[in-house]
């Protein structure tokens, strides 16, 4: 069974950082592409990166593009999204998806990031 | 405001049938046959019900089926059940590798 389990989340300043890391089982995880997607509460997601499987390159949405940094760790089958310089705006739940060509096939169940002061 | 618009709410009585459209522009929906669409309930992972429009995944009901019509795609639910019951929201691919989801839907059974 495909699981994945998000883990890292929680209150930063603006300005700060943080690590979110994602535990992924059930699957050959260096064969899939992994995504980054966040929800704010009463909106719809909001695509936020994704790496190819070998962990070569990320892509980013504008608006955390110079900010986030997406990896993953084949060995340990983990994924991570380092956040700098995080702004209320990217207060959210934030899940890892796994990718199957252009779609976004199993989700996690989400971890929370508040950005206040 | 979302990329993709979806009705806020729709709501149907047992057995009946609805449908959820997801109205984008030319650089998604109408762009690409890429889009698909998740059920979320409440506490719990998004599930993949549709994608590539119209392909569902293995164990999701033939009850569910999607089309595309320009720059509108729609979920249609048949033979609504109580568990059906849960926030639908559709996604696209809008080129350079990136994506775009709609605002979600709440389906509710009466």
């Known amino acids: 069974e495909v699981q994945f389990v998000e883990s890292g989340g929680g209150l930063v300043q603006p300005g700060g950082s943080l690590r979110l890391s994602c535990a992924a089982s059930g699957f050959t995880f260096s064969n899939h592409a992994m995504h980054w997607v966040r929800r704010v509460p009463g909106k719809g997601p909001m695509w936020v990166s994704r790496i190819y499987g070998e962990g070569s390159s990320g892509n980013y949405a504008d608006s955390v593009k110079g900010r986030f940094t997406i990896s993953r760790d084949n060995a340990w089958n983990t994924l991570y999204l380092q956040m700098n310089s995080l702004r209320a705006e990217d207060t959210a739940v934030y899940y890892c998806?796994?990718?199957?060509?252009?779609?976004?096939?199993?989700w996690g169940q989400g971890t929370l990031v508040t950005v206040s002061s | 405001q979302s990329a993709l618009t979806q009705p806020r709410s729709v709501s149907g009585s047992p057995g009946q049938s609805v449908i959820i459209s997801c109205t984008g522009t030319s650089s998604d929906v109408g762009g690409y046959n890429y889009v698909s669409w998740y059920q979320n309930h409440p506490g719990k992972a998004p599930k993949l019900m549709i994608y590539d429009v119209t392909k569902r995944p293995s164990g999701v009901p033939d009850r569910f089926s999607g089309s595309k019509s320009g720059n509108t795609a729609s979920l249609t639910i048949s033979g609504l059940q109580a568990e059906d019951e849960a926030e639908y929201f559709c996604c696209s691919y809008a080129a350079s590798y990136s994506w775009v989801f709609g605002g979600g839907t709440e389906l509710t059974v009466l």
């Open positions: 998806t796994r990718d199957l060509d252009y779609v976004f096939d199993y």
